[in-house]
């Protein structure tokens, strides 16, 4: 017997039956964008993560969690990285 590929809408049609598990899948989405966002401003502005720990007055080891998603930046440590960059933080409900 040969086994069905499974999709991404299996994959919704299944887990993501009640609200509570669809909240929890979004804001488990929306963690992993923002580590990978903070991750690729300092990539592309070629700073080590020691660097941006120290222009953010913090350590090597929390910018490292926070591109990892084991930590959620508060709104202040957001704006804090996008000054560092140049940038301003901007939040778009949708």
């Known amino acids: 017997m040969k086994k069905k ?8 049609k299944e887990f993501l039956k009640t609200p509570a598990m669809r909240r929890a899948y979004e804001r488990g989405v929306a963690g992993l964008l923002i580590a990978h966002k903070i991750a690729d401003l300092r990539e592309r502005h070629h700073m ?3 660097e941006l720990a120290r222009r953010l007055h913090t350590r090597q ?3 490292s969690r926070m591109e990892q998603d084991k930590y959620r930046p508060s709104l202040s ?5 996008a000054r560092v960059f140049g940038k301003r933080l901007e939040i778009n409900f949708v």
């Open 77 to 81: 440590t957001l704006e804090k990285i």
């Open 5 to 12: 590929d499974y999709t991404h809408e299996d994959f919704e």
């Open 61 to 63: 080891q929390v910018v």
């Open 48 to 50: 080590t993560q020691a």
